[in-house]
């Protein structure tokens, strides 16, 4: 994702406000900023979404599991080496980028092995001192090259494998040993020069800077040997040849790795057991991609991301503890979130998160796109259910104006549309129906869960009423909190169905022995039910303010006609100090 970028990410189980205005924001930040900011999500995309998605042509904010620092996060030295290259190459590199591994790679860039400091000294220092001396198969320049010679004869442009001789006496023992493919190294001595050609070897190597006479060039050529010379003495040349073997066969092999995506901490333990004390970072089909260092691992790192639609530990994504958080926008109750810095935070009683991005764009005097303007109104639709929830408000109304003349929709049509796409109930399991959409709190020391079911009728919840209560015994056991409830929200009736499990005190204070039970005027996890929940568990003498004057069992309702969806948007949207119509109503 990039070191320099900062991620706007939403709550866990995102709804349409959610990935709707993690998108804006993006857009509006970007606007002064090109390609710093990444929408992102931490969960999957509902229905509802979706359906928002595609009818404005958008993309889906990237999925981000956690913002805990990965080996992503870190720069990396991409240096490598092939295996084919000579050990004395490898090592020069080592010394001059200052580097005590270097990984080797194969002709794919695929990791094959790793040179280190140490592996290089075990590797030339036990060396048996009896073993023969050999080369393996290179180009003339190659060696050339390494023994710093001059090329007097090119006879070959390759050298086999072969066995390296150093002739200093006993010519007639090392003449009846040699093969066509083997070397010698000779100095000053041209009577031996001329017999070793003779004898028909691949290579001559005259060192000390000793003169190469006509008669031996003559020969070479005429024997198809090649000629070198040296300014080196006879044991040097030795060792350069011996450090002339390639990367492959001095490397290592049993080298520690990781990926891009794993955390710094797995990271740091993989460096710190490994004896190199490094490791590789490869990708798919192991390709190299870098090399980590305890050196490297040293820095501190951390994620810049800036918080929407919440404020709440519980609801984030996770690794939050450990990033930089550079901003909070949100429009629900103070969580429980501290920082070490300051940092911005704004929370607006409004409908939704993309209410308050759409008036940010309106402060900065930038019009976002066609598309994202249709994004942020589903956003609002989609948090107030079409204005008909009690927390909508004269700025939801305004925005969603705005909002619908620049993507050029009808707000009264396409929002009971977006709506019914979220409420395909019979097609989802129990279990992730009832955690798509919940929400974690403290009240009075108490841990309750919350989740809320968008419906277009009761039927639903009445039908499956066994099979709810059955999995929510089970979800509040797994998930370990006190009371688990689940709102089944009728959005066209202005009322909830509540599920509820909990030890019998909760259910038994709560009236809650029969379920479902009807809350009339229910709409609002946030601003509806939570409150008087809160009221009822912390003051049983304050029985007028609780869910109890609220309870009804569905049953004992008398069921009244919904009004057909579409038509406008016919009920008056209500505070606690005004009513306000909407501007776009049909």
Not at 321 to 329: P, R, Y
Not at 441 to 450: A, D, P, T
Not at 523 to 543: H, Q, T, V
Request: charged share 25%.
């Amino acid at each position: 994702m990039g070191q320099n970028k900062i991620i706007i990410i939403g709550h866990k189980q995102p709804d349409t406000d959610s990935i709707c205005s993690v998108i804006g924001y993006a857009e509006l930040r970007n606007h002064a900023e090109p390609g710093k900011y990444i929408p992102a999500r931490c969960g999957e995309v509902s229905p509802e979404a979706k359906f928002a998605l595609e009818t404005f042509g958008a993309e889906a904010p990237v999925y981000v599991a956690s913002v805990e620092p990965t080996v992503s996060d870190i720069p990396l030295d991409t240096r490598s080496v092939r295996q084919d290259v000579p050990t004395v190459d490898v090592a020069a590199l080592m010394d001059t980028y200052d580097m005590r591994n270097m990984p080797i790679t194969d002709g794919n860039e695929t990791l094959v092995g790793l040179v280190s400091e140490y592996g290089l000294a075990r590797a030339y220092v036990r060396k048996n001192p009896r073993e023969q001396l050999s080369l393996i198969p290179m180009p003339l320049e190659t060696l050339a090259r390494i023994l710093d010679a001059r090329i007097v004869v090119p006879s070959r442009e390759t050298l086999g494998e072969g066995r390296v001789y150093t002739v200093i006496d006993a010519l007639h023992v090392t003449l009846s040993r040699m093969t066509p493919e083997d070397i010698a190294i000779v100095g000053d001595n041209e009577p031996a020069q001329l017999a070793l050609i003779s004898a028909g070897v691949a290579a001559l190597i005259i060192a000390e800077g000793a003169p190469v006479g006509e008669r031996v060039i003559d020969a070479a050529r005429t024997r198809g040997a090649s000629v070198l010379s040296t300014t080196l003495d006879a044991f040097s040349v030795g060792k350069m040849i011996s450090l002339s073997l390639p990367a492959s066969m001095i490397m290592e092999t049993d080298v520690p790795t990781v990926r891009l995506e794993d955390s710094l901490e797995y990271a740091k333990g993989v460096v710190s057991n490994s004896k190199f004390r490094t490791a590789c970072v490869v990708g798919e089909e192991r390709r190299h991609i870098g090399l980590i260092s305890r050196t490297t691992l040293m820095q501190d790192v951390q994620k810049s991301v800036i918080l929407l639609d919440h404020n709440e530990y519980s609801q984030a994504v996770d690794g939050i503890e450990q990033a930089d958080i550079l901003e909070i926008i949100d429009h629900h109750r103070l969580g429980a979130i501290s920082t070490l810095k300051p940092v911005k935070f704004l929370n607006d009683p409004v409908g939704s998160t993309s209410t308050i991005v759409a008036n940010k764009f309106i402060e900065a005097g930038v019009e976002p796109t066609p598309s994202t303007a249709g994004l942020l109104l589903s956003g609002i639709l989609s948090d107030t259910m079409v204005m008909k929830l009690s927390t909508t408000t004269p700025v939801d109304i305004r925005a969603a104006d705005y909002l619908a003349g620049i993507a050029g929709v009808d707000p009264a049509e396409y929002g009971p549309e977006l709506i019914r796409k979220g409420m395909d109930l019979d097609a989802l399991p129990k279990d992730e129906l009832l955690t798509r959409d919940m929400k974690r709190y403290n009240l009075f020391g108490r841990s309750i869960m919350v989740s809320q079911v968008m419906t277009s009728s009761f039927e639903f919840a009445e039908t499956h009423a066994d099979e709810i209560r059955a999995e929510l015994d089970h979800l509040r056991t797994t998930m370990g909190v006190d009371c688990f409830f689940a709102l089944f929200t009728n959005v066209f009736s202005n009322a909830s169905d509540l599920f509820a499990a909990g030890d019998e005190a909760c259910i038994t204070k709560l009236n809650l022995r029969n379920q479902p039970v009807r809350l009339k005027g229910i709409m609002s996890r946030k601003k509806d039910f939570i409150p008087k929940f809160g009221r009822c568990s912390g003051s049983s003498s304050r029985r007028d303010e609780s869910l109890f004057p609220l309870l009804e069992h569905p049953r004992s309702v008398a069921r009244e006609p919904v009004d057909a969806v579409g038509r406008g948007w016919t009920s008056t949207i209500s505070s606690k100090s005004s009513t306000v119509m909407p501007r776009f109503i049909r």
